[in-house]
């Protein structure tokens, strides 16, 4: 997956790209994030709120589900992430 992200990225760098996945470590998000993906969604966020993210990343804005954001706040590496609230 995240192969076909950084090729996508390369030859149109505007697409717009959300990654859905269960991987909820800091690790996996950090290389979806660097790899420049609008949207990091969680499998267990409500399905009710897809279509507000999408609105959220046609319009330019990062997401990244809610949970793993306060999961990300407990850890020292949290100055990278303070712009995503």
Same mark, same amino acid.
């Given at each position: 997956?995240?192969?076909v992200v950084h090729f996508i990225k390369q030859i149109s760098p505007l697409i #717009?790209?959300?990654i859905l996945t269960q991987h909820d470590t800091e690790g996996n998000? #950090?290389?979806a994030f660097h790899l420049g993906v609008d949207a990091y969604i969680l499998k267990t966020e409500p399905i009710v709120h897809i279509p507000q993210i999408f609105i959220q990343i046609l319009n330019g804005e990062f997401y990244v589900s809610q949970s793993l954001l306060k999961f990300l706040k407990t850890t020292?590496?949290?100055e990278k992430f303070d712009r995503l609230e």
């Open positions: 997956g995240y192969e #717009k790209i959300a998000f #950090k290389e020292r590496s949290q």
